[in-house]
Every structure is written in structure tokens, then in C-alpha cells.
């Protein structure tokens, strides 16, 4: 079988991506630009693609992935709903750190927030995972697929995503800074932001 295209949307923004807030698997809602992005994420999906023919639609399990889908879909002008859940897309977690402020984090622990910087791809919060952890369940998902699919999940998803992907060292990958306004069209080891 020839390698498929993912076509994956990092989910809209929620006040909690403004504020710098570790999310991970806390069941953030959209704002207002959260959903804009969303929206605009499938109008550009709609004019790349020609159709929904043969795609596979897939989210995360968490409300602010689902919604941002549910946008897409919309825009794409196709049902909102029709689309199905893979529990291996839920962002990785932030353990112990999730709610907390990056700010918070660098002034409670500033040992730690510099090791987490230079360590991003194994750093692991007390009870959460790290970007290598989460690479086991993303890559074996990917690893199933049977057609080209239009992603909605999350920034560490992505990120492993990536890696898995493009064969990029794990610290470039661990460090990207994955957009919310943008489409990542990942095809043939090569990637593109629409």
C-alpha cells in the first residue's frame, strides 16, 4: 500500500493556550479565535481538496479537538458529525503540571523549567508523559491507517507526529512550535503548512 497524506489541524486556541496554561488532557474549550481558526482551517482544506472522497476524518477524544472537526467539516461543507475517535490522539499529559502557568512553572522550579527546555522530547512531568511516551500510541495509530486522513488532535501529537514522519532529531522536533491557523500536509516524508 502506498504511504497515505495525513492532513492534520492542531485544535483552535482556548484561553488556556492564550494564558500559557499546560493543558494536556484537562477538557479546555475553543474561544472565539480558537473557533475562527478552526473555521478558517476548512476553508483551506476545502479549496485544497477536491472533496471528501476516500478520506478518513479522526479526532482526538477531547472537546476542543472534536469541536475544531466539527468547524472543519462545516467549512468543507460536509456533516459536522461524521467523523470517528481514536483515544491514541489525546494529548499527551501534563501531569501534576496541568492549569499551571509556564510562568508559574519557571518561578516555582527554574532547575526544572531549564532542563525541561533543553530535555523537551524525554522531559516527563510528575504523573504525566513525555513526547517519547506519546510517540508509542501515536506512531501505532499512523501505523494503521488505510487512506489519506484529515486529523483533528493536538500540539504534542503533532509534534511526535513529526518525528515519526520526517525522520527529524528528536529535540527539533520536541521544541516545534505547532501552529493553530495553519493545515500540516504531511506526504511522501515531506511536509507543507497551508
Same mark, same amino acid.
Given at each position: ?49 477536491? *472533496? ?105 501529537? *503533532? ?36
Amino acid at each position: 500500500m502506498p504511504p497515505v497524506t495525513v492532513y492534520f489541524v492542531r485544535h483552535g486556541q482556548t484561553d488556556w493556550n492564550a494564558e500559557l496554561r499546560f493543558q494536556g488532557r484537562q477538557d479546555v474549550p475553543l474561544n472565539a479565535l480558537g473557533r475562527s481558526q478552526a473555521d478558517d482551517n476548512g476553508r483551506k482544506l476545502a479549496g485544497l481538496l477536491e *472533496g471528501a472522497d476516500g478520506l478518513d476524518f479522526i479526532s482526538s477524544p477531547l472537546s476542543r479537538a472534536k469541536e475544531t472537526m466539527e468547524r472543519v467539516r462545516a467549512a468543507m461543507g460536509l456533516a459536522r458529525a461524521d467523523y470517528r475517535i481514536d483515544e491514541r490522539l489525546i494529548e499527551a499529559s501534563y501531569g501534576v503540571l496541568e492549569g499551571v502557568t509556564l510562568a508559574e512553572f519557571k518561578a516555582a522550579n527554574r532547575e526544572l523549567h531549564r532542563y525541561r527546555k533543553a530535555n523537551r522530547w524525554t522531559f516527563c512531568p510528575q504523573g504525566g508523559e513525555s513526547h517519547e511516551m506519546t510517540l508509542t500510541r501515536v506512531a501505532q495509530w499512523h501505523d494503521e491507517l488505510q487512506r489519506d486522513a484529515v486529523v483533528a488532535a493536538h500540539g504534542v501529537v *503533532g509534534r511526535v507526529l513529526r518525528y515519526h514522519l520526517l525522520a527529524l532529531d528528536p529535540e527539533e522536533a520536541g521544541g516545534f512550535v505547532f501552529p493553530q491557523d495553519k493545515v500540516l500536509v504531511i506526504r511522501r516524508g515531506e511536509e507543507e503548512f497551508v
